[in-house]
């Protein structure tokens, strides 16, 4: 999403960097490229205009001015600015959600009709059931939208939770009354959190307001998330603007923040709404839901890499007990084709290869633009090794002549895609033995041999 912002504010910070000593001129100009990024972003004028004001303060009373290499500290200042633009560093005692000490804690959430409600309604309680081993109930009470009823029970069921409905759905039944029914019900079975996904409209009206606030009265929530669709710009911010009027929400979940819109809902909603991002939706499947952290955000526009997000993802991939043995391998020099497969579908599972890459330092922008990240080959790869044999897969030297065209016509790909993998593949399992045996790889002789 942030792509097209994050090249501009690179480019500008990199100009900074060439002039060795900064003039006033020189902020000047750079606050003005920052401004003109931001409002390409769809950034929110008031907010563009305090925030390059600010940095043009914090960067004169930091006195880079007539400083030799001063681009660090301007590049230090923009990251800290843009960290608070988005909800502010995160502190020990920060967490996302209030947690009632008497469970069920009570989770609301609101939103308009085609914001992704429903669908981060069924992530937020997956990710409950992974990180907290919660159990979770979630409670339908949007009445009317067709089909809203079968969409939660089918995402939930998905995600691992119970969800509560009236059967047969319909319009008739009040939203209120569902909601309260739901909550009496979570404490009879002893869910640890029950989510109440409400109505949406397709614009903010007085009735889906008071609706809300009556459901709110009902059922007392310990925490209130507004589900905004990043790819509506500014619109979002507006709707945010007149949820936070009405209901009083405690934060954001932002949905669809791995489109190809400019970012500036993610930009404006804290600075317009006093209220952060708490989650965001960076993707289709129900796993592809996690923490908003804004310093990490930060860091990744400036092309500083998010390598904490990286650590995190790879922990849930693999645990120690494969970790113990995947070593146990390669120092026996057993490490094959079957190994390989699972490591690859483990890093699969962490998300599209595009946006782990972003999260490495000196990765993003141009840099990543020019790899032309190409899933499918991904694809064939895993064709081509599910077409061996399992002998083939432990000992690959075996595959020479006929088996090698054997395994391409079962893969769909050609005898040259099988030669190249079974190349690379050697090569990669001799730097792992010299790694194993605690030596340096020699990279000359890798490099020149897999030409």
Not at 85 to 112: D, E, H, K, N
Not at 312 to 334: C, G, H, I
Request: hydrophobic residues 40%.
């Amino acid at each position: 999403m942030f792509d097209s912002l994050a090249e501009k504010l690179q480019g500008t910070l990199a100009d900074v960097g060439r002039r060795g000593t900064l003039t006033e001129g020189d902020i000047d100009g750079a606050m003005r490229e920052i401004r003109l990024a931001l409002l390409e972003a769809d950034v929110n004028f008031k907010v563009v205009r305090q925030f390059t004001a600010e940095l043009k303060e914090r960067c004169l009373g930091a006195e880079v001015i007539g400083k030799l290499n001063p681009a660090q500290q301007v590049v230090k200042i923009v990251g800290e600015g843009l960290t608070e633009l988005m909800g502010g560093p995160p502190t020990r005692a920060s967490a996302a959600l209030s947690f009632s000490p008497r469970p069920p804690t009570v989770i609301l959430m609101a939103g308009l009709q085609g914001s992704g409600k429903t669908t981060a309604t069924a992530k937020l309680a997956r990710y409950l059931l992974e990180e907290h081993s919660s159990r979770v109930a979630l409670a339908a009470c949007d009445t009317y939208r067709p089909a809203a009823v079968e969409q939660l029970v089918k995402v939930g069921e998905q995600a691992g939770a119970e969800v509560y409905f009236r059967s047969p759905p319909t319009p008739e039944h009040d939203p209120v009354d569902i909601a309260a029914w739901a909550l009496e019900r979570a404490k009879r079975e002893g869910k640890d959190v029950l989510i109440v996904d409400t109505s949406g409209r397709l614009h903010v009206d007085e009735e889906l307001m008071a609706e809300l606030v009556r459901i709110r009265g009902a059922v007392k929530p310990h925490n209130v998330l507004l589900v905004v669709d990043a790819m509506t710009g500014q619109d979002a911010v507006n709707v945010a603007e007149r949820f936070a009027e009405a209901v009083q929400f405690d934060g954001v979940v932002m949905s669809k923040l791995d489109g190809d819109a400019r970012g500036g809902a993610a930009l404006s909603v804290k600075a317009v709404t006093g209220k952060p991002i708490l989650f965001a939706s960076t993707g289709e499947k129900l796993e592809q839901f996690e923490r908003f952290h804004p310093d990490r955000m930060a860091q990744r526009i400036l092309g500083m890499g998010d390598v904490m997000s990286l650590i995190e993802k790879a922990e849930r991939q693999f645990d120690e007990t494969e970790a113990v043995e995947l070593e146990r391998k390669l120092r026996r020099n057993e490490f094959g084709l079957d190994d390989f497969l699972n490591q690859l579908r483990a890093i699969r599972k962490m998300g599209p290869l595009t946006s782990l890459l972003g999260m490495i330092p000196g990765f993003g922008g141009q840099q990543l633009q020019n790899m032309k990240v190409d899933e499918r080959e991904l694809d064939r790869i895993q064709a081509i090794i599910l077409s061996m044999t399992p002998e083939e897969r432990r000992r690959p030297e075996l595959i020479k002549g006929s088996r090698r065209l054997r395994i391409a016509r079962g893969s769909g790909t050609n005898v040259q895609h099988v030669n190249r993998l079974v190349k690379q593949f050697g090569e990669m399992r001799k730097v792992m033995r010299q790694m194993g045996r605690g030596k340096m790889p020699d990279i000359g002789a890798l490099m020149r041999n897999a030409r």
